[in-house]
């Protein structure tokens, strides 16, 4: 089993940043991809951004591509989510999610709350 903890959510302004993390622990050996999911208010959850465990490899959702920047720190069993430039439409739950194969996610953490004021 791993278990995720995010932190870092809160309230900031429009244009403002934040940075989001993802710890990670258990059996983070057997981690394949991490990634970052949201859900905004009456919104369905949608993918945000993601990254190998093992591989510079990373993916964007088109609506924070440029803005938002996914890293990890293996040592740390941590990833992380850079915010920059936020939108109002930014505002949501934001979650994240790993998987060890072809399975899909197979760990969810609890999510942080994001608020971008206008």
């Known amino acids: 089993q791993v278990q995720l903890v995010e932190s870092g959510g809160g309230l900031v302004q429009a244009g403002g940043s934040l940075r989001l993390s993802c710890a990670a622990s258990?059996?983070?050996?057997?981690?394949?991809?991490m990634a970052w999911f949201r859900q905004g208010p009456g919104k369905e959850r949608e993918f945000v951004a993601g990254?190998?465990?093992?591989?510079?490899?990373?993916r964007y959702a088109d609506s924070v591509k440029g803005r938002f920047t996914i890293s990890r720190d293996n040592a740390k069993n941590t990833m992380y989510l850079q915010m920059n430039s936020l939108k109002p439409e930014d505002t949501a739950a934001y979650s994240c999610?790993?998987?060890?194969?072809?399975?899909?996610?197979?760990?969810w953490g609890q999510g942080t709350q994001v608020t971008v004021s206008s």
């Open positions: 258990g059996r983070t050996y057997s981690l394949a991809f």
């Open positions: 999610a790993a998987g060890v194969g072809s399975t899909g996610y197979n760990y």
């Open positions: 990254i190998r465990w093992s591989a510079d490899i990373t």
